[in-house]
């Protein structure tokens, strides 16, 4: 059977699975629709927190942008790990505890005030809405690289399944969904990476394949061969980088604390049981996402490896199907600079011929090594699961925000539960909508903005939370001036360097880095601005009124877990 | 009345300090692995290999997110017998 022909049935098989679980799991009432009832097993919710997690940029991209940038990629590999150590030590437990819907819940109740609830749904509706345009957009690309229908055709697609489960089940069906599509997800990027693994070392396991010795015995390391393949061809070597220091330190906290403050991984541990539930699933969360986070550096290996290997310096007249198919889509660009017919893949750009995008690494990679016709069609399948439960959690962060957050709590607390439900449907219908239109019409910004979300969460929430449940004393009006300090000067320093808004627009970009704040870009920046938030928190709350005694008492109990005696009917 | 009331809240001042102290030792060796081993240390330890990796280089692509996941569930077995400890945990039938 043809790749094409393997790719519908795998996406149709998976397509209906989701349906079918969203069909069983509908929500009932809000505490279904926001929080999946709370009685989501550690197991099931570490899974769903993985698929969550792990969108089409982990799936996709992230193995590419590794490919291309060697050490420096571990910015991405520790910031998207460890972020989950603080969020299990500093936050999950205790949100828990506090037990409520959202984050803006927790803000809004912990400062005693609407406006610090009304900033944090700000927050959150700013990092969701630039987090979910772009997976929609990852949604439309596999649907026209593997099943060759319209891009635009690929996103209204996604739409409509995402709509049907998301605004049917709620958190309820989200979750148990994302169980469902993590299987698919981490099956789809495993098979290919174990294959390749074998093929070029020998060693069955991945991770250990990428430091191992290469199968044609010569005893040469893999990494070794990449290292003298890249400075031969101009590169830094492979495992050494060109980022500074202070920037891949900046990058990586702003990644770890950005990731412990988005909105829709901390409300996923809204849904589990008991404060315990919450320390364990956050635990099999990161276990589970640590398969795919370990696995992807070695595909990045392997890859780059494997295309230097097929393109360098051969006759254009005999490259391979996948690179022709590549090139259709504009993702792959060959211009024979010196008309010799040769591809010459060089570090110097007046020289270089092959223009390659870090999404076609991982779509590609089965292909480049010849893989089966069902492990290329698989990579579709997972890819398309990446994007769907990522946009599926986004969207309801955005909705609850709405619904939740803004009409039952700022402008309408009469609000019968029922009512509210249809609410949160609407939202989640409006906000699917425009997630798609964003898909179909993308802002030239919506990549770059996804890598600042991190730091926007970072500069917003995180100080926030923290010093809700670890300073006592923290104030309300400490907490809204550092929040909005803190968002205000990322928004402004991404502004400034990253789309040049204030020197003459895009072009100006490249030659502003050299005066980037201590060396910093755009993407670590978030480290500065989220110290700045602690700062002003701290120094504004020294000067103004303690917070009121039941606040304090709050702090105290969301400190404690299962201090309640036992549910009844023990 | 009153004392049982002041007892419960020397108890939860002294399980938030054996809390604190945990999640302290265990912050301090998840940047030791991550900012330590993976970025500041790293070209001192990549005098080192492990197979094909220089330990440097194994410490940012593999070793740190190892370790994070072995810290969380040390979190997690020490917690809970913190939690036993002080009496907080309600006895539970399916573990």
């Known amino acids: 059977m043809s790749v094409q022909v393997w790719t519908y049935i795998l996406v149709i098989a998976s397509f209906i699975l989701y349906i079918g679980i969203a069909i069983w799991s509908r929500a009932a009432s809000t505490k279904d629709f926001y929080v999946a009832g709370g009685g989501v097993s550690p197991l099931a919710n570490g899974l769903a927190t993985a698929a969550d997690w792990m969108s089409a940029a982990s799936f996709i991209s992230m193995a590419g942008i590794i490919a291309f940038a060697g050490y420096d990629g571990s910015v991405y590999l520790m910031g998207w790990t460890g972020g989950y150590v603080l969020l299990a030590l500093l936050l999950a437990p205790y949100l828990r505890k506090f037990g409520k819907f959202t984050v803006p819940d927790f803000i809004g109740e912990r400062y005693y005030s609407s406006t610090a609830r009304i900033v944090a749904v700000l927050c959150a509706l700013l990092v969701s809405f630039t987090y979910v345009a772009g997976q929609m957009r990852g949604v439309g690309v596999v649907f026209s690289r593997f099943l060759e229908v319209d891009v635009n055709t690929g996103v209204v697609i996604g739409m409509v399944i995402v709509l049907f489960y998301a605004v049917l089940g709620g958190m309820k069906g989200i979750t148990y969904t994302q169980v469902a599509q993590y299987c698919v997800l981490i099956f789809a990027f495993m098979v290919p990476a174990i294959f390749i693994s074998i093929q070029m070392t020998g060693n069955p396991v991945p991770q250990l394949g990428m430091g191992d010795t290469l199968a044609d015995g010569s005893g040469t390391y893999l990494l070794d061969k990449l290292d003298g393949l890249s400075t031969e061809l101009g590169f830094t070597a492979y495992t050494d980088g060109s980022k500074s220091r202070i920037d891949i330190l900046a990058i990586t906290l702003a990644l770890m604390v950005g990731t412990a403050g988005l909105p829709h991984v901390i409300v996923r541990f809204f849904t589990v049981k008991r404060v315990r539930d919450a320390r364990k699933s956050a635990g099999l969360a990161l276990l589970f996402i640590a398969i795919l986070y370990t696995a992807a550096p070695a595909v990045a290996v392997f890859a780059k490896t494997n295309m230097i290997e097929t393109v360098r310096n051969q006759p254009y007249a005999d490259m391979p199907a996948w690179f022709t198919k590549w090139e259709q889509t504009g993702l792959l660009t060959f211009t024979d600079r010196n008309g010799d017919g040769l591809v010459q893949y060089v570090q110097d750009p007046a020289r270089n011929e092959l223009v390659v995008d870090n999404d076609i690494m991982v779509l590609a990679n089965p292909e480049i090594a010849n893989l089966p016709a069902w492990v290329i069609a698989l990579v579709a399948a997972g890819g398309l699961a990446a994007a769907l439960s990522t946009a599926a959690g986004l969207l309801l962060v955005i909705s609850s925000s709405i619904s939740h957050d803004l009409i039952k709590n700022v402008f309408n607390p009469q609000l019968s539960e029922k009512r509210e439900l249809w609410y949160a449907r609407g939202a989640a219908t409006l906000a699917v909508v425009v997630a798609g239109y964003f898909g179909i019409n993308p802002p030239g910004f919506v990549a770059a903005v996804v890598a600042l979300a991190f730091g926007l969460a970072a500069a917003s929430f995180f100080p926030a939370i923290l010093l809700g449940i670890f300073y006592k004393r923290m104030n309300s009006k400490g907490a809204v001036a550092g929040m909005i300090t803190g968002i205000s000067l990322m928004l402004f320093y991404m502004l400034k360097f990253k789309f040049g808004l204030f020197d003459g627009g895009k072009e100006a970009v490249p030659g502003l880095a050299s005066q980037w704040w201590f060396g910093i870009s755009p993407e670590g920046f978030g480290s500065v601005a989220m110290l700045v938030n602690f700062a002003v928190a701290l120094v504004v709350n020294r000067f103004t009124p303690p917070p009121p005694e039941r606040i304090q008492e709050l702090v105290e109990d969301i400190r404690i877990p299962d201090a309640a005696p036992p549910p009844s009917g023990h | ?95």
């Open chain 2, 1 to 95: 009345m009153e004392s049982g009331k002041a007892g419960k809240a020397v108890k939860a001042r002294a399980y938030w300090r054996a809390n604190l102290r945990l999640v302290g030792i265990l912050l301090g060796i998840w940047a030791l692995v991550s900012y330590g081993a993976g970025i500041l240390f790293r070209d001192w330890l990549d005098q080192w290999a492990i197979g094909g990796f220089k330990l440097g280089f194994w410490f940012a692509q593999q070793g740190a997110i190892y370790v994070f996941v072995i810290l969380i569930f040390v979190y997690v077995v020490l917690m809970n017998r913190l939690d036993r400890k002080f009496g907080y945990n309600t006895p539970d039938k399916n573990l």
